[in-house]
């Protein structure tokens, strides 16, 4: 699916787009140095794509083949540690076009288990890897409990957007409509994840338990930095 020219146009953007994102909580959360920075940044961009190539067996990854994937996901990490400082003022924004970046993966992920030959429930939750995977790899990485399973909507939006890619193609919908089905499902989770970003909604947690709310010297789980994480 990535390989139609406006769908990788918008693949590589949301890499650079999770990169800046997962570089810019890397420096909130952890003392890392130019070096963590930018690998947690990397990590973040092509860490998920990584893991759903790896379990389809595609090899070498997709990041690996085209060079575009590394550089739009290091050019990501590179800008947040230039100008971390800076950007902290549109985290908001930058927010935003993560959640674009998190619908895109989302459907491109389950588009290419599909192609793989995967079954409708193995693609949803490929895409769903595809998009989260990344996060969770750089929150494992300075040692936090994963962004995706503490706070917001963030795996649920995935799980919606990559099973309407899922329902498009096996529904013959996408063999029609191509890119604008994809786009569709893209923009549903966009949707959800940018509402649940705007009213603070949170997914479902057990009873009698809220969620702990970060303090600006804390990391976005509400938990101190870690101590001795430098690269």
């Given at each position: 699916?990535?390989?139609?020219?406006?769908?990788?146009?918008?693949?590589?953007?949301?890499?650079?787009?999770?990169?800046?994102?997962?570089?810019?909580?890397?420096?909130?959360?952890?003392?890392?140095?130019?070096?963590?920075?930018?690998?947690?940044?990397?990590?973040?961009?092509?860490?998920?794509?990584?893991?759903?190539?790896?379990?389809?067996?595609?090899l070498p990854p997709a990041s690996f083949l085209?060079?575009?994937?590394?550089?739009?996901?290091?050019?990501?990490?590179?800008?947040?540690?230039?100008?971390?400082?800076?950007?902290?003022?549109?985290?908001?924004?930058?927010?935003?076009?993560?959640?674009?970046?998190?619908?895109?993966?989302?459907?491109?992920?389950?588009?290419?288990?599909?192609?793989?030959?995967?079954?409708?429930?193995?693609?949803?939750?490929?895409?769903?890897?595809?998009?989260?995977?990344?996060?969770?790899i750089r929150d494992v990485l300075v040692r936090?409990?994963?962004?995706?399973?503490?706070?917001?909507?963030?795996?649920?939006?995935?799980?919606?957007?990559?099973?309407?890619?899922?329902?498009?193609?096996?529904?013959?919908?996408?063999?029609v409509l191509g890119v604008p089905a994809a786009?569709?499902?893209?923009?549903?989770?966009?949707?959800?994840?940018?509402?649940?970003?705007?009213?603070?909604?949170?997914?479902?947690?057990?009873?009698?338990?809220?969620?702990?709310?970060?303090?600006?010297?804390?990391?976005?789980?509400?938990?101190?930095?870690?101590?001795?994480?430098?690269?």
């Open positions: 699916m990535t390989d139609v020219p406006v769908l990788l146009v918008l693949d590589l953007l949301g890499t650079f787009a999770f990169a800046l994102n997962g570089a810019l909580t890397a420096v909130r959360v952890a003392h890392v140095d130019v070096v963590g920075v930018v690998t947690l940044g990397a990590v973040t961009g092509v860490g998920g794509g990584i893991v759903r190539d790896v379990l389809l067996d595609a085209d060079w575009r994937y590394l550089a739009a996901a290091g050019a990501g990490g590179a800008l947040a540690f230039l100008l971390s400082g800076p950007l902290t003022r549109f985290l908001r924004t930058i927010d935003v076009l993560d959640a674009a970046g998190l619908g895109l993966f989302a459907v491109t992920g389950a588009g290419k288990a599909l192609a793989s030959g995967a079954g409708p429930a193995q693609a949803v939750v490929l895409g769903v890897i595809t998009a989260v995977g990344g996060g969770t936090r409990v994963p962004f995706v399973l503490t706070n917001e909507l963030y795996a649920i939006p995935a799980l919606v957007g990559a099973t309407l890619a899922v329902l498009a193609a096996r529904g013959g919908v996408d063999e786009l569709v499902a893209a923009a549903v989770c966009f949707s959800v994840r940018v509402v649940g970003l705007h009213y603070g909604i949170d997914a479902p947690r057990p009873l009698g338990t809220r969620r702990a709310r970060a303090t600006p010297e804390e990391g976005p789980s509400g938990e101190r930095p870690p101590e001795g994480a430098d690269a």
